[in-house]
């Protein structure tokens, strides 16, 4: 049995990043799969002269034992702004002419986002003789370029990500930190820099499938004229049956490279993977 708090250093990443969804999941040794969405909105200048709308729906599907996790998210963004100087949504926004006067009239655009693939090693399950031991996991990320470029839906190019999550429990409460890096694809027309990212955070069982947490994150900037993200996430979680979970947050930003604010919710079903036959082969993998 795996018992955690699924954290994410963008919520959405869910959220993700992680937005940060916590709930307790003890897979059983086929694993579970799970289907889930949701909803994300930041508002916020982003360092420029006018206010960026961003909201992020994301679809994901998700793979999970107690050895490994696979998820894949597919978003749809839609975007309204006069700046022209914020790409991407979610977990996958750049600041690319930060400080820069706007140039054009209020504009929105909206298409498919860029599609992540995610893959989770968990390394150490942790150990309730000592609870200083944490909770080990590592996780590698793609984002797909398949966001329309040409209206800033995204960068066009191809990232990858490295992470490590560290879980430490002591009887209701767990406390959690993120530490991960960011290997940016340029385009043709602007410079991004790899980024670095570190998020830390706690979180409280209210009782049976009810939680609520903080968190705190802080990521690089992408271009040398942009300014490290600094922000709070607080959340609720509450498990509405044995399929069903949902999750209430809401985002402070403390930065020009972070959104104003920002609100969103998660639905989320998962189900044991044995009643899924066309899963075999996966299941398969975790055996060897």
């Known amino acids: 049995m795996r018992n955690k708090l699924l954290t994410n250093t963008a ?32 508002s916020g200048e982003y360092g420029g002269t006018t206010t960026t709308d961003i909201t992020y729906i994301p679809l994901n599907c998700k793979y999970q034992n107690n050895y490994f996790a696979l998820k894949l998210t597919i978003p749809y963004v839609s975007m309204t702004s006069e700046d022209n100087n914020v790409v991407g949504g979610g977990s996958n926004v750049v600041i690319i002419n ?96 790899n980024v670095g990212y570190i998020s830390i955070g706690a979180a409280y069982q209210i009782g049976p499938g009810f939680s609520t947490g903080l968190m705190y994150d802080t990521k690089q900037a992408s271009t040398d004229s942009g300014t490290d993200s600094s922000e709070a996430t607080g959340y609720v979680s509450y498990k509405l049956s044995d399929d069903w979970k949902f999750l209430l947050y809401g985002v402070k930003g403390f930065s020009d490279g972070s959104a104003d604010y920002g609100i969103g919710a998660t639905l989320s079903f998962s189900m044991d993977a044995e009643e899924v036959d066309w899963l075999a082969p996966v299941r398969r993998i975790s055996d060897l």
């Open 11 to 42: 919520i959405i990443s869910l959220l993700s990043s992680s937005l940060l969804l916590t709930a307790t999941s003890s897979a059983n040794a086929e694993g579970q799969v799970g289907v889930g969405t949701g909803f994300d909105f930041s």
């Open 98 to 193: 930060s400080g820069e006067e706007a140039t054009a009239e209020n504009e929105t655009n909206s298409g498919m986002g860029d599609i992540i693939l995610a893959a989770t090693s968990f390394l150490y399950p942790g150990t309730d003789d000592n609870p200083l031991i944490p909770m080990i996991d590592l996780t590698g990320k793609i984002k797909l370029p398949s966001a329309d470029e040409e209206k800033g839906l995204g960068t066009g190019e191809t990232d990858y990500s490295i992470e490590s999550d560290l879980t430490w429990f002591t009887g209701s409460t767990a406390l959690f930190g993120t530490l991960g890096y960011k290997f940016m694809g340029s385009p043709e027309t602007y410079e991004l820099n």
